[in-house]
């Protein structure tokens, strides 16, 4: 999509997007872009109530057409009402929109930098809006959404002042940037573990790596056992392919000095049976998601290098599926690990465990990270805990649990603080093996499985553990079942703009 800011009154020809709170005044938008009298705007406005996810189509006398979107109450819409509403907005207009647009936004906007900030949450709705679920059916891809691709036009027309305008531009390319990384992620999510291979989720990421200039290295196959990563070896012991351990590097063209260095490691199981521990059917159907963890992390490495952001970035992707084979791990097992622990196997289900055990340990001592942060799709029991609406979070450090918090309030992706205590700890204690990979109490699984975790961390202060099982896949308006959300880039993108070099220097 490509993206122009001007001034004066929309083109005749193209749609007109008017997004709009429960309280805008119709005498305010007269005001700012007296041409829409037109379209009968004032008598329109005492039907439209401007409910979020509401939208209202009105024509003028050439034809010319203006949609009304509902943002809902100025207070509650903040970014992610913004977000919500375009993105709602792509999909209920869909195919009847043009590939040429027009947004008005300045009769909301008290300021440049206001008007900015709606521009970045619109136009990121908007784009992650155009996204499509089919992309295996026999007509995939044959009528994309108009809004979609090079040759689709979004026009800001705005009232600031022209010198406001390269700002105003530029925060519709971060939402427009951030939108694309998010469909990327849904697609990744989406995509069944027969299509998506662990080697097909390599190779995604040497792909968009390197058209963005990153280091990608892989370990596979035998490599893994050769670099010790004997954790994730053996979750890959019962898979028909071989266990991927994707390194990728990130650092700005011209990274300032102050530039932090942060860590993301992403659990890429591709489908999670449970392994000899196996899950129900009903329970298994949802796995071909448990590769949430890793899809942020690779679409965050996507944003980051598109948008350039001033921070440096390792990424470590462990990768296998969890199935069952002759060859495949068992309960009672004592394994090793990349940290030199051995691990007792309870339950071949908490598999995710294992492998980020192998990913932070590794990452700890080959990197000095200043901030270190995992993704995962991991327990049930945080879902259990706290539903759908947030992510659970795992932090030692209160700054960092505030800084997160913030960041998720601001980007509508929300987490929430666990407890970290040394009493779940014990949990952990295993007779024959440094520690097991299980608590064995029915209470508290997402917190003992944080635990475990914080075992291969080395010890890492600024260690901050999401668990995404709640929020990597579910409910949306491109679909009547549960489908990839793009949770968590808009998040890391809030969240590192927030973080700066600590100057007690790293772990
Ligand atoms: N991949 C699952 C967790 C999960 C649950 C992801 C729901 C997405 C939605 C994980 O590997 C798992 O199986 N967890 C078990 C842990 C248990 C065996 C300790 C669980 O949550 O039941
Ligand atoms: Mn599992
Ligand atoms: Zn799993």
Redesign the pocket.
Known sequence: MKIFVNSGNPEQAADIFLPLYTDTAYSRIAEVYPALSAFGLERALTDFRAESGKTATLYNAEGGRLFLIGLGKPKSAGFSGVYRAARSAAVQLGKQLQPAASLLLSHLAGSAEAEAGLTDAFVNGLVSGTYQLGSWKENAGSEPHPLDGEESSLTLISAQSPEHFEDIASAARRGHLIGLAQKQVMHLVNMPSNLQTPPFLADVAREWGENHGQKVTVFSGDEIEANQLFALAAVNRGSEYPAQFIVMEYEPENAPESAPTVGLVGKG?TF?T?GL?IKTSAGMY??K??MGGAAVVLGFMEAAASLQLPVKLVAVVPVTDNLIDARSFKPSDIIGSYSGKTIEIM?T????RLILADGLSWITEKYELDYLFDFA?????T?RAIGYAAAGMFTPDDALAAACSEAGDLAGERVWRFPLWDEYADDLHSDVADVRN?SGKPVA?GISAAKFLEVFTREHPRWAHFDI?GVAFGESEFGKHKNGTGWGVRLLTELTAKLTKPETGTN
Do not use: K, N, P, Y
């Open positions: 199981i999670d449970g521990s949802f796995m998601c448990d339950d289900d908490a598999e995710g799709t991991l327990t049930g029991a879902v299980l699984g099982a």
